[in-house]
């Protein structure tokens, strides 16, 4: 069910959003943002990417040990040398310079935040100039932190 196919959202920022990511405090470490962003009542948050995005990234809410989570340091989705994984600073979806990553100011196509039930909660990205990306202070802070980080 995770790996539905996205293509085709609605580019509205539910309301929700707000709501749903003002529940996770702590986000500034990988332990903490697994902790904090745990499981809600619509399912798993997950990441997909690519100009259609088409591509599984992996799951935002899971936790560290899940083989899909973002936070998993030796999984797919969170490994540093994958490349399907943000944290990958030389790979599409990690790259500051990547049209496709989280991590870049310019990004053209970063991926999207959504839920299990296909819900649409916005851009994960550190780009302003997107209107359609996630806003909330504290994913923010996190996400400039994680992209400003060496590792």
Same mark, same amino acid.
């Given at each position: ?41 619509? @399912?798993?948050?997950?990441?997909? @990417? ?102």
């Amino acid at each position: 069910m995770k790996r539905l196919w996205i293509g085709a959202l609605v580019a509205t920022v539910l309301v929700t959003a707000t709501d749903l990511f003002a529940q996770y405090a702590g986000l500034m470490g990988a332990a903490g943002a697994a902790k904090a962003l745990s499981r809600t009542q619509r @399912g798993n948050i997950l990441l997909f @990417g690519d100009t259609n995005n088409r591509v599984f990234l992996g799951c935002f809410s899971c936790n560290e040990v899940d083989p899909d989570s973002v936070f998993n340091t030796v999984g797919k989705y969170g490994s540093a040398i994958s490349p399907t994984s943000i944290k990958n600073r030389i790979a599409k979806y990690g790259s500051s310079i990547s049209p496709y990553s989280a991590c870049n100011e310019l990004a053209s196509h970063p991926p999207v935040v959504v839920d299990e039930k296909g819900n649409y909660y916005g851009e994960l990205t550190i780009n302003r100039l997107r209107t359609k990306r996630v806003t909330e202070p504290k994913v923010m802070a996190w996400l400039t932190a994680f992209c400003a980080s060496e590792d």
